[in-house]
């Protein structure tokens, strides 16, 4: 009898599974860019204002309070 590991081992395509990580990777990456920018473009409005702009962590945290 194999063992739930071995069973697993066995049964993942490793080729395909590995294309499926690079894939949530890179998505990943595309994300992360994307709230940079968003960031940068807040951080240039609020010094237009002559506001300080919040840090990075705490401009994240209040966006995925408004988009979750």
């Known amino acids: 009898m194999k063992s739930a590991v071995e069973w697993m081992e066995n049964t993942i395509d490793k080729k395909h599974m590995g294309e499926y990580l690079q ?3 890179n998505q ?3 994300i992360e860019e994307n709230l940079a920018e968003q960031y940068a473009e807040f951080s240039i409005v609020c010094d237009r204002q002559e506001m300080n702009p919040i840090k990075f962590k705490d401009w994240c945290e209040q966006y995925n309070k408004k988009t979750i």
Do not use: C, L, P
Request: net charge neutral; glycine share 0%.
């Open 23 to 25: 894939s949530v990777i």
């Open 28 to 30: 990943a990456k595309e």
